[in-house]
């Protein structure tokens, strides 16, 4: 749609403005929470808190990347409960945990594969092709596993997903995630490939004509997602001990939250990394901070449906405001909503 | 004959003192128009000049910024094109929308069909109505037929039939001939006449000068939206018009270089996508400009599209300095030096929401990088060049290319292809909608790059930049290369008969 240049103006200013707003609200909410709710402050609750935000943050490295290309992948929870299931229903027939995990990776692939491919050779809108696969994976990673629980891996890998930095509150998968999001931040914000997703984004079909590969970008993309999201598959399995067909049930919804909380515009180009990963950790303590204070589980959901509304509502009312506002530091009436002219 | 005005008759619809701006562009500017019942009215200037927006303010898309519009005397405001149609003023537009799956009929009675008993359609009566539109018309057209299959002429007629089922008594028609063929146009003029006669006001607009001459009584011209002068055109000569729509020597507008042409850089040998175009072969030489010709809808930008590879070809060649280049990837294309400037520049040259900066440096991304990151300097300084060089006319280099004019935005996507540094360049419509100084600006940078040394290849429906312009005009017809006219034998009427068809060799 055409806007007129104040609009475009204002929304820029807001979506910068949006990031630190998200980071500031992070640190209030943390100072607030260290100050007036018991038991939040120790290490173990701390350690909680990262370990279970993890899952949310390890997705949304891939899926702020999709959200700014302009697509969005639902199945994310799926294809993670589906190499949880894999992963448990191999161990149960009593292969070796270092062929399995290579295996559950290989099978996300695939899954983000027929993502991608549904949606760059066939033209289908990944909402309507995600939504799709996301029924279909958690269905197979059902027949694959039944109501079977395996939980008895092997006890180191059990420690290293659930345990901490020794003297910290850190729990040990904490640094292999720093160092995916570096790599996310590098591949985002200083790569030509992440430059051109921000085209792709903001304007697909002038990203075609600068000879950028759309769809080539995209399907990488997918796959990616689905790779990262078997990783946190294998890594949720290990960190709670239990691998079950319903593992991360619904951890789309808080991913999507999270990423759009963070500022990524839902119509894609716009966004920082760094906004997504601060609207994952205020997520994460919201959630945490709920669980303390014995908020129920189907509760803390609810609050996470309104974030999402909330977060993809804000930046838009943000913005008719600051319109507003610059229209009358202008002086002018109201913009008019008719395009600039084409004679 | 006389003039309506001197008869007494008062103006069935008019303007008075209207302007129109957006954003910083004044499309309009203190104009006034009036609009005789019976009278066709010729409304002339360049692109660019306001018709556009003129028009829309009579068939009330645009409101006035300032001024009034005028019906029967009496100031009106149109809050949408329904308060228009409803005041009696009707658009055809150049190319109909008509449901290619309804009748006729049901097109022209849409969402207003008569109705019987309980609210059931009455088809006989829709039926009847239509036919006795196409009387009044002088047109035979079933009005059973399904819309699918019409040409533009008839689709045409059947928006015509529409507008006077609402009763309109003001008809614009904007630049209705330029897709018919010679006996549609005097089919259409037929029409034209009809509704003249029966004491409709027509405002006709048209690049085809002669028609004006043909069939229009007086003539308004605008030129950068100010009203230059409304007129009776007779006594009035061709060269009369153009000096009042161009108001500058023609010389100053073009300004070709002569220039040796050197090897051939493009090379399209029977090149063919089904049902697009048709065993196309040309080739363009280093230092020459080509003009690629011919009606909207003839092939032309599907062809640039192709040999760019946005879309895939079915059959055929392209080369460029003698390597083929891989059927349908662009990012080869440019890599073998090609570039291409796009038809619509808001939604395919630009990222309209990224800065100057950024839209400049996105054909560059593979080259302006250091150690697989994108280097940020070498961007920077890449994008100031080329913005300084094309002299864009920018507030900071970081604001958004919507922030920018027309033009300004055109020499954007100029500037980030000619940072690739391209062999050949492919310009699609590069001076549609733009103001006359940069257009001027944009001829004496195609000149300058063809002396350079670039193959330039043109895309325009502008005749007179055609004729101006190029070394050669291609002319295409229905999908095919229907001739090819060197410079000195190129004239309006030489390329318009080829690219409808006509063409005697």
Known sequence: MADSPLTRAARRSVSLRWDGAVGALLVVVLLLSFGFVDGFGNALNLSFLIGNTLPIALIALPMTLLVVSGEIDLSVASTAGLSGAVMGALWNQGMTIEVIIPVCLLLGVVCGLVNGLLVTRLGLPSLAVTIGTMAAYRGIAQIVLGSDAVTDFPAQYLDFAAGRIDGTFVPYAFLPFLVLLAVAVVALHAMPFGRALFAIGAGEEAARFAGIRVKRQKLILFTVTGLMSSLTGVFWALHYASARYDNAMGLELSVVAAVLLGGIDFDGGKGTLGGAIAGVFLLGALQNVMSLVNVSAQSQIVVTGVLLVVSVLGPRVARQISVARAGRRAGAAPRSKTPAPTP | ?505
């Open chain 2, 1 to 505: 004959m006389t003039h309506p005005s001197d008869t007494g008759t008062a103006p069935v619809l008019a303007l008075k003192d209207v302007s129109k701006s957006f954003g910083a562009v004044r499309a309009l500017r203190d104009v006034s128009l009036e609009l005789f019942p019976g009278e066709v009215h010729a409304l002339a200037g360049e692109n660019g000049a306001g018709k556009s927006t003129l028009i829309k303010t009579l068939a009330g898309v645009h409101r006035p910024d300032a001024g009034q519009v005028l019906l029967d005397g009496a100031p009106v405001v149109f809050h949408g094109p329904g308060d228009a149609r409803d005041a009696g003023i009707a658009v055809i537009y150049q190319e109909p929308t008509l449901f290619p799956d309804l009748s006729i009929a049901e097109n022209i009675f849409m969402g207003r069909r008569p109705r019987r008993t309980f609210g059931r359609i009455d088809h006989r009566a829709t039926y009847a109505a239509t036919a006795d539109l196409m009387l009044r018309l002088g047109v035979e057209l079933d009005p059973d037929r399904p819309a699918r299959g019409l040409s533009i002429a008839d689709q045409q007629i059947v928006e015509i039939a529409k507008a006077l089922s609402f009763d309109a008594r003001v008809l614009i028609m904007d630049e209705p001939t330029a897709a018919l063929t010679g006996s549609e146009v005097a089919r259409l003029f037929g029409v034209v006449r009809t509704l003249r006669e029966q004491g409709a006001a027509v405002l006709f607009i048209s690049h085809r000068l002669e028609e004006m001459f043909r069939i229009c009584r007086r003539v308004t011209t605008l030129r950068d939206g100010a009203r230059i002068a409304s007129e009776p055109l007779e006594g009035m000569t061709e060269d009369d018009l153009v000096r009042r729509m161009v108001g500058r020597d023609l010389d100053e507008l073009y300004p070709k270089q002569e220039v040796a042409p050197g090897e051939t850089a493009l090379s399209v040998r029977r090149l063919t996508r089904e049902g697009v175009f048709t065993d196309v072969s040309f080739d363009v030489r280093r230092g020459e400009i080509v003009a690629l010709s011919g009606l909207v809808g003839a092939g032309r930008t599907e062809v640039a599209r192709a040999v760019f590879g946005i879309d895939r070809w079915d059959a055929g060649q392209v080369e460029v300095d003698g390597r083929p280049l891989v059927n349908g990837a662009p990012s080869t294309a440019m890599a073998a030096g090609l570039a291409l400037v796009p038809e619509d520049r808001r939604a395919q040259g630009l990222v309209m929401d990224m800065s100057i900066e950024r839209n400049i440096g996105l054909t560059g991304l593979r080259s302006s990088v250091r150690a697989g990151l994108v280097d940020r300097g070498a961007e920077r300084s890449r994008s100031l060049d080329w913005a300084v060089r094309l002299q864009v006319k920018y507030a900071r280099i970081a604001d958004t290319v919507a922030t920018l004019s027309g033009g300004n935005q055109q020499k954007v996507v100029l500037a980030k292809w000619l940072a690739t540094g391209p062999k050949v360049l492919i310009v699609d419509e590069p001076t549609r909608g733009i103001d006359v100084g940069t257009k001027a600006e944009v001829h004496r940078l195609l000149s300058q790059l063809a002396a350079d040394g670039v193959a330039v290849l043109m895309i325009s429906s502008d005749l007179p930049e055609v004729l101006g312009m190029a070394d050669r005009v291609l002319v295409m017809h229905e999908g095919r290369l229907t001739a090819e006219i060197s410079r000195t034998d190129a004239t309006e009427e030489a390329v318009m008969a080829a690219a409808t068809g006509r063409a005697a060799a």
